[in-house]
Each structure stands twice: as structure tokens, then as C-alpha cells.
């Protein structure tokens, strides 16, 4: 069965940092692509970042420069470093598996990051 | 890059049909077909309702559909049920690796 939990969120200041990580079971991380999505509070869904199976990385505009995701193979383990970050960083965050026709068929349930002094 | 436009809300009585637009550009949804649906329930992570446009998942009611025509995405629900209750979003491949949401719809049983 695939599952995804995602951990180490939480409060942190602005200007502060914070490394999520998202350990799947049921499937071999570094042979998919994995996405995070997040979802401020009462608001939409919005796609981050993706890593593809090569290791290639890509962004969305918001986050580019600031977070980084990688991948512990060892651990069969998704991460989203998080630098820099701002009030409107606050949201969930949902790390995916997706699909090479880009769709994410499995996800994780979320952990919240909230960005506050 | 803008969100996929949704309308806000969608409602239906129990057995009718509703339809979801989901409008986007031809740098997106009129570019691609990998247009997706998501079903989320208030605190729930979302689930992949449609893929590719109209390919349901394994375990997804046949009475959920799917098509695209131009720039715009479509999903209908037929024959609409209580537990259909829930946001809905689009998603798109939009090139150059970026992916986009729509900006979501309520979907309300009367």
C-alpha cells in the first residue's frame, strides 16, 4: 500500500527556516517523480516544486531561490528546505507522488507550517 | 502565470448534474492534455478524481466525467450524491516544468 507522511512542521518566525520531510512506504521514492503542493489557510491549492526521477529539480516563481527539495534515498524520503520564509509561507504542506502525465495520484496528509512573530 | 479559472461554487440536487469549468490559456490547458481533478474534503488531503483529462482512477464513480475543449476543462458529475459535497480542483501541466491549480470550486447538494 502507498502512503506518504509528511513531518517537521510548526512555527518559525519570518526570515527563519524549516526542513519538511515526507517518508513513503508502498513505492521507491528516487524512481518517481514527487511534488510539494501547500494550501494557505481557506485558500487554494498551489503546486511548489518537483524532483524527477534523474534529480532534476524545478520550482513555481514563489519559492525559487528560497526552497530546495532533495531526496535521501537510504530513507525512501522526500524533503522540502524551506529558507527565508515569509507570513504568506503559512499554509499545509502536501508532498505527492506524480505521474509522468503530470497528475499526483498519491498524496500525504499534510503537516502545517505556520510563519509568525 | 495565473491559477486556472473555476467558478466559486456549483450547487445541485441529489441526482441532477453539475458541471465544473476549469479556464485556463493555450500555454496550459488548451496545450496539453494533462488535465487532472481533485476532490477535497475540509481538512483532508486532496484525491485524484480524473486524469489526462477524462481517465478515472481505479475506485472513482463512473458518474464522474471529464473533457477539454480549446482552453477550458470540464468535469460533470451525474447523478450527484450527498457524499459529492466537496472542493474541486483542476490542475495543468503549463510547460517549462510549472504545474498549475485552478482556484477551486465548492460544490454544494441542495
Known amino acids: 500500500e502507498v502512503q506518504l507522511v509528511e513531518s517537521g512542521g510548526g512555527l518559525v518566525q519570518p526570515g527563519g527556516s524549516l526542513r519538511l520531510s515526507c517518508a513513503a512506504s508502498?513505492?521507491?521514492?528516487?524512481?518517481?517523480?514527487m511534488s510539494w503542493v501547500r494550501q494557505a489557510p481557506g485558500k487554494g491549492l498551489e503546486w511548489l516544486s518537483v524532483?524527477?526521477?534523474?534529480?532534476?529539480?524545478y520550482y513555481a516563481d514563489s519559492v525559487k531561490g528560497r526552497f530546495m527539495t532533495s531526496r535521501d534515498s537510504s530513507k525512501n524520503t522526500l524533503h522540502l528546505q524551506m529558507n527565508s520564509l515569509r507570513v504568506d509561507d503559512t499554509a499545509v504542506y502536501y508532498c505527492?507522488?506524480?505521474?509522468?502525465?503530470?497528475?499526483?495520484?498519491?498524496w500525504g496528509q499534510g503537516v502545517l507550517v505556520t510563519v509568525s512573530s | 502565470q495565473s491559477d486556472l479559472t473555476q467558478p466559486r461554487s456549483v450547487s445541485g440536487s441529489p441526482g441532477q448534474s453539475v458541471t465544473i469549468s476549469c479556464t485556463g490559456t493555450?500555454?496550459?490547458?488548451?496545450?496539453?492534455?494533462?488535465v487532472s481533478w481533485y476532490q477535497q474534503y475540509a481538512g483532508k488531503a486532496p484525491k485524484l478524481m480524473l486524469h489526462?483529462?477524462?481517465k478515472r482512477p481505479s475506485g472513482v464513480p463512473e458518474r464522474f466525467s471529464g473533457s477539454k475543449s480549446g482552453n477550458t476543462a470540464s468535469l460533470t458529475i451525474s447523478g450527484l450524491q450527498a457524499e459529492d459535497e466537496a472542493d474541486y480542483y483542476c490542475?495543468?501541466?503549463?510547460?517549462?516544468?510549472?504545474?498549475?491549480f485552478g482556484t477551486g470550486t465548492t460544490v454544494t447538494v441542495l
Open positions: 524532483i524527477y526521477s534523474g534529480g532534476g529539480t
Open positions: 490542475c495543468s501541466y503549463a510547460g517549462s516544468y510549472n504545474r498549475l
Open positions: 493555450s500555454s496550459d490547458v488548451g496545450g496539453y492534455n494533462s
Open positions: 508502498g513505492f521507491t521514492v528516487s524512481t518517481n517523480y
Open positions: 505527492a507522488r506524480e505521474d509522468w502525465t503530470y497528475h499526483f495520484d498519491y
Open positions: 489526462d483529462v477524462s
